[in-house]
């Protein structure tokens, strides 16, 4: 009943056809995994059902084993992303240290909410869970990067110089 095109076709299905004839044929759902973020790279960085149901079908498993997968490793997206991809740490060192004035500061900046992207494609926002810097609280990381005792000051800073 989807009315969602199937994305496994063509450059797609090649590349993911690559990783399941690593594996025997009776152990194909072994490329799980690559198919996943073969997907969500293909759908602009993040997964849905849709897709997820795609993929389960491709590689004959039930649909709930790749949604395990895909919620269980912290590298799938499930909500759109921007092309700078907030992650804002959302424990207990963080929270005790004022995570929530950060994240209206940059609600209010940004114009969106935690699982929105901005207008321009550029941001998003996401709660996570302690990214084992809790000595820098509040922080949040940008692609490979931490940033450390935030201010809304040293937010404006950071947000106003990523290209
Ligand atoms: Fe935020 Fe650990 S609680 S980094």
Redesign the pocket.
Same mark, same amino acid.
């Given at each position: 009943s989807s009315t969602v095109e199937n994305i496994i076709q063509g450059s797609v299905k090649e590349r993911i056809d690559r990783w399941v004839a690593r594996y025997p044929d009776d152990q194909k759902q072994s490329a799980v995994m690559a198919a996943l973020r073969i997907v969500q790279e293909t759908n602009g960085g993040h997964l849905t059902t849709e897709l997820m149901d795609q993929i389960a079908d491709y590689l004959e498993m039930p649909p709930i084993a790749v949604y395990e997968v895909a919620t269980f490793y912290g590298n799938y997206e499930h909500e759109p992303v921007g092309k700078h991809k907030i992650c804002l &740490?959302?424990?207990?060192?963080?929270?005790l240290r004022g995570?929530d004035e950060i994240l209206a500061h940059m609600e209010k900046k940004l114009n969106i909410k935690p699982g929105e992207v901005t207008e321009d494609g550029r941001f998003s926002i996401k709660k996570v869970e302690?990214?084992?810097? &809790?000595g820098?609280?509040?922080?949040m990381q940008i692609g490979k990067t931490y940033y450390e005792n935030l201010t809304e000051a040293s937010v404006d800073e950071i947000l106003d110089g990523l290209e």
């Open positions: &740490c959302n424990s207990i060192s963080c929270m995570n302690c990214l084992g810097a &809790c820098g609280a509040p922080m």
